[in-house]
């Protein structure tokens, strides 16, 4: 059964600084990896999505990269602004059949201006 | 930016009552899903949809649950008789290939 884990936790940095969240899984038969924001009561946004045969994928200030043989992938994000502060949410798609997502339990970021 | 669409935002029941959750995913979108999220834990796989049919259900998705597509538009989940347990956000998403998946805004349903 897949499992995804999220470190840390929670994170708080001061505005204008570079962080990494962690996310990792068990079973490395992947289809791909989406990486979500999810503000306090709201839904899911997508963020950025990784095919299991991409390294890395950019959108603005955030780089995500899956290492897929070790089971990890990072979500970079450059130059933190008070915006950002949110939980963020990885989740993996399994390469067998059936399209659901094991989701991770989240990192809470906070950006302190 | 196509978007997700869930009624209600929040419904308030009374255990054993049947509610139902409304989604309007989006148009040209062909897989269509039920999470869900209780409060403090994980977001929670219950059911894929595609062609008409389920696809794939977890082992929450018990016979007290139920998905429909009724026409072109709307996809909703119904839970039959309602437990204090079932409180949770429940999202909706839907996606297209090769694209990932797009959520909803979700529904806080209340169990009292």
């Known amino acids: 059964k897949q499992e995804v884990t999220q470190i840390p936790a929670a994170l708080s940095v001061p505005e204008g600084e570079n962080l990494v969240l962690n996310c990792s899984f068990t079973d490395s038969a992947i289809y791909n990896l989406q990486w979500f924001r999810q503000d306090p009561g709201k839904g899911l946004t997508s963020l950025l999505l990784i095919q299991s045969s991409q390294r890395e994928q950019t959108s603005g200030r955030l780089n995500a990269s899956l290492d897929k043989s070790s089971g990890r992938s990072t979500l970079y994000i450059a130059a933190s602004q008070p915006g950002d502060s949110a939980t963020y949410l990885c989740a993996v798609r399994k390469e067998t059949s059936g399209s659901r997502l094991t989701f991770g339990e989240g990192t809470q970021l906070t950006v302190n201006p | 930016e196509p978007e997700v669409t869930q009624t209600p935002s929040h419904q308030v029941t009374q255990m054993g009552q049947e509610v139902i959750l409304r989604c309007v995913p989006i148009s040209n979108h062909l897989y269509f899903y039920w999470y869900r999220q209780i409060l403090g834990q994980k977001v929670e796989f219950l059911v894929s949809f595609y062609n008409n049919e389920i696809s794939e259900k977890s082992e929450i998705f018990d016979d007290q649950f139920s998905v429909e597509r009724p026409d072109g538009s709307n996809f909703t989940l119904k839970i039959r008789s309602t437990k204090l347990e079932d409180s949770a956000m429940y999202f909706c998403?839907?996606?297209?290939?090769?694209?990932?998946?797009?959520f909803g805004s979700g529904t806080r349903l209340t169990v009292v």
């Open positions: 998403a839907s996606r297209q290939p090769p694209y990932g998946y797009t």
